[in-house]
């Protein structure tokens, strides 16, 4: 994939949209602890140094096609200019408040645009759901019921594909764990969104303080050869 890009970003904010990692962020069932090991000490050793391992999906991170798809790419095949992007923020806080299995719907998206402009093609769309706040308390980020179901919110189906086919979008992101609902166990929307080399991005921080629209994302990757997705330090320039 390969967006066209303004040659140059005016911008006077730079704001980061990714949390900062630690030992006890939360993390999908199953995912690799995130561990840090000092391996050099400056009384000792002159320099101060460690070791850190975590999984691919822990995080701020994006996830690669061939995470969902078995001839998808894999993230070191990113190109440099697809991780540069224009960026739209949806704010969905009110009706997650409310529902936190809400799904954003194509009506959502057409009231969006009837206020701020239709969504241009090569853009990311970028999902508010208030989600954010909740990142330093596990319980309430996953809100597992008693059958330990996870209920958050995210993209629907309908809206994923109409922003595809009907909007050309460069891909998604959003402040929960998951660009799928906490119900969605088929993955729908990545899926589809990584059905191609588009953007999937999770566990994002800080969309409150984004204009809905004019912000441009430059997304840093880890270039793990062969890798399902990487942690991801993403900025935010408008």
Not at 89 to 105: G, R, S
Request: aromatic content about 10%; proline content about 6%; glycine content about 8%.
């Amino acid at each position: 994939m390969q967006p066209q890009q303004p040659n140059n970003i005016t911008y006077s904010r730079v704001i980061h949209l990714s949390h900062i990692i630690d030992t006890g962020i939360p993390q999908w069932t199953g995912d690799p602890p995130v561990k840090f090991t000092t391996v050099a000490e400056l009384q000792d050793d002159g320099y101060y140094l460690r070791r850190f391992s975590m999984g691919e999906h822990s995080a701020t991170h994006i996830n690669a096609p061939n995470s969902f798809h078995g001839d998808g790419i894999s993230i070191d095949e990113y190109s440099a200019q697809s991780l540069v992007v224009p960026a739209v923020v949806i704010d969905i806080c009110k009706q997650a408040t409310e529902n936190p299995d809400y799904l954003l719907t194509v009506a959502d998206i057409l009231t969006w645009e009837a206020e701020f402009g239709t969504i241009k093609p090569d853009y990311i769309v970028l999902l508010y759901t208030g989600w954010q706040h909740k990142w330093l308390d596990k319980n309430a980020f996953f809100n597992q019921d008693a059958n330990g179901n996870m209920h958050f919110p995210g993209f629907s189906g309908k809206a994923t594909e109409f922003l595809i086919t009907e909007r050309k979008i460069a891909g998604v992101g959003i402040d929960t764990h998951g660009v799928d609902s906490g119900q969605d166990n088929n993955f729908t929307t990545n899926s589809l969104i990584l059905a191609k080399p588009r953007i999937v991005l999770e566990n994002l921080t800080n969309l409150d303080q984004l204009p809905p629209q004019g912000a441009t994302l430059v997304i840093g990757i880890l270039r793990l050869r062969g890798g399902s997705g990487s942690p991801a330090a993403v900025m935010a320039f408008f």
